[in-house]
């Protein structure tokens, strides 16, 4: 492809992207996104500290494979190719965001990172990969829905290590629109306390018997403020 072209392919691709991130809506744009040339194109509406960058130099994506679910537009899948890993494999249930993935791999010209799109929780991916991304993810409506979906599904797919993101407790009216009996339904009682749901404690016990776990963030003062938690699992699986 001659040069001409190639810049008349990269515009394309770019207003492809615009448009495409206009018709999603700022309010489904979890984490910024920038074209080839570092332009902002969303802000996006999630915590930066969700998953920090910082947060995930403390793992070691070198020579591994890699599954991000729930990817949304792809941050943390190139961030961990960035990383070193060796093969990235996105999911995300929102097929415009699957398509602004694909523009974005190619605007940056990062290879060896590929996406799908499906409910990850149902979707069959008949490989397992040697670290599962679960970051920026679990909120309201996950738990809401009893979150033990989700953590059953990128314990499925991971064959090594997770990076799992949970904020430490919900205020059961105020937060997710349930009382005490609701969430007594949900979850186990010693995970609730008055009207509150320890999350994170849940978590950290839902992996207990097979995974140990390291905390890669900072102990935030504010409670509202995710935790990214780094999994381990006690034997590996060959």
Known sequence: MSATREVDEAARLRAELIHILRDVGPENVWRPVHDAGENLLAEGIADGRDGSPEDLAGVDFRGKSVVDLGCNFGYFSFLARRLGARAVVGVDIDPRAVRGCEILRALQGLEEVSFRCGDFVS????????????????????????????????????????????????????????????????????????????????????????????????????????????????????
């Not at 738990?143 to 953590?151: A, D, E, I, M, S």
């Not at 009996?181 to 404690?201: H, I, Q, T, V």
């Open 123 to 238: 979707l069959h991916l008949a490989e397992q990969f040697d670290l599962g991304l679960l970051v920026n993810y679990i909120g309201k409506r996950s738990v809401r829905k009893g979150v033990q979906r989700v953590l059953k599904a990128v314990e499925r797919l991971s064959r090594q290590e997770m990076v799992v993101s949970a904020r430490p407790v919900y205020h059961g009216p105020s937060h997710l629109g349930l009382g005490p009996e609701a969430l007594a339904r949900l979850y186990p009682a010693r995970y609730l306390k008055g009207e509150e749901f320890f999350l994170m404690d849940f978590v950290i016990d839902f992996f207990h018997d097979d995974w140990e776990v390291r905390k890669l963030s900072p102990d935030y003062p504010d409670r509202s403020v995710k935790r990214t938690l780094l999994f381990t699992r006690k034997r590996a699986r060959g």
